[in-house]
Every structure is written in C-alpha cells, then in structure tokens.
C-alpha cells in the first residue's frame, strides 16, 4: 500500500533557527496538507497545497512558516524562526481529491523539538 | 464553526466486550466523517468513512444526522485495539477541504 514519508522522524533545533520538515506525498495524489499535534492536544490543521500553490492556511500558520514543492515529488514545510511552543508532531498528508473522499492518507510525522 | 467532539479522553474495556467511542460533530454543510486510528509510535491511519459504509478490523460507524453523531463501535473487543482514536470531519471552509479533528479517545482493552 502507497505511504507518505516523512523526514526526519526527530528534529531537535535550538529556539530562533530554521527547520525544514520534508515529505513525500503518495505519487498520483494532487492535494497536500501540512497538520501539528502539540503533546497533549489535538491534531490541528496547519496549511493545504494544490496546484502549486498554497489553497488554504489557518491561524497558525503566519508569516514564520512558508511550504514548498521544489521538485514535483517533495513536499517541505518551512518554520524560519523556530520558538519553544513550535514543537509538536508534524504530520504531511496527501489526498486524491480536494474533498477527501477517499480519505487522507498521513505519514508517520515529524516530532519537533525546539530547545 | 465546525466542530468534532469526542467527550471520553480514556475508555478502558476487557477482551471481549462490546465497545462503543462516541463523536458528536457540528457542522452546517453535509458532513464527511472519519474514523482515525494511531497506534503507538505510529502514523494516523484511516480506519473508517461514512460514505463507504464499511467495516473494518471489526469496526463501524453510523452516521446519525439527527444527532449529529458518528460513533465508532465494535461488538468484540481485542487487545490488538488499544490505541488512540481521533473522530474527524472533513468541511470546506474556503477554497478547499480539510480535516478537523476531535481530541482524540484513548481504547485500552485488558485481558
């Protein structure tokens, strides 16, 4: 079965420097996501991506997050200027469809530890 | 607003029994509900969703509009069910869909 990928599984930065979270979403899927789970709380939506360009994006994601798709394949999330409460479990997510009829499907995160 | 709750945090059942995770939801559109499964360490898998009307590992769900109730159940617990699971609604709330979730119902099933 298809799996999204993420890189690395733990990242410990220090507080202020920049971390780049990568994925790579399922080949034939078309929509991408960026979610967070700070220790404790719930999974919450960060961003979503299509068509090359960034469809939607809550309240977390401000000007110190930024995604990308360098390569057709990648899918990277951006903090430029990491702070303590940045660190959470970041999950990348792809779908066939905007509307997840089909679901989506997550990768094994990225736990982010800023110090 | 859209909202998914799943008001038990912990539900400890034994092998066997019957198990039943509750998710209420508020949402004004028509809803698309899942069921996601983390097992420990590992990633968010999709357990159920309501269109298909499947069962899986034992698992359903009915969507219940009247209620605004999607609740997971089974009717034999295994061991092999301890996990956490997240209630999710899909909603469009701008240009595209995407997923909110509830907070989450620890299962422990006990021999």
């Known amino acids: 079965e298809p799996e999204v990928t993420q890189t690395p599984s733990h990242q410990v930065t220090q507080m202020g420097q920049e971390v780049i979270l990568r994925c790579v979403p399922i080949s034939n899927h078309l929509y991408f996501y960026w979610y967070r789970q700070i220790l404790g709380q719930k999974v919450e939506f960060l961003v979503s991506f299509y068509n090359n360009e960034i469809s939607e994006k809550s309240e977390i994601f401000d000007d110190q997050f930024s995604v990308e798709r360098p390569d057709g394949s990648n899918f990277t999330l951006k903090i430029r200027s990491t702070k303590l409460e940045d660190s959470a479990m970041y999950f990348c997510?792809?779908?066939?469809?905007?509307?997840?009829?089909?679901?989506?499907?997550f990768g094994s995160g990225t736990r982010l530890t800023v110090v | 607003a859209q909202r998914v709750t799943q008001p038990e945090k912990l539900l400890s059942v034994f092998k066997g029994a019957p198990v039943e995770l509750k998710c209420n939801y508020s949402?004004?559109?028509?809803?698309?509900l899942f069921w996601y499964v983390q097992y420990s360490r590992q990633r968010l898998q999709l357990l159920l969703r309501?269109?298909s009307r499947e069962s899986i590992k034992g698992f359903t769900a009915d969507l219940n509009k009247g209620e605004t109730s999607f609740h997971l159940k089974k009717p034999f617990a295994q061991e092999e069910d301890s996990a956490m699971y997240y209630c999710a609604l899909s909603y469009s709330g701008g240009s595209n869909y995407k997923l909110t979730f509830g907070k989450g119902t620890l299962l422990t099933v006990n021999p």
């Open positions: 309501h269109i």
């Open positions: 997510a792809s779908s066939i469809t905007g509307t997840g009829d089909y679901g989506y499907t």
């Open positions: 949402y004004s559109g028509s809803p698309e």
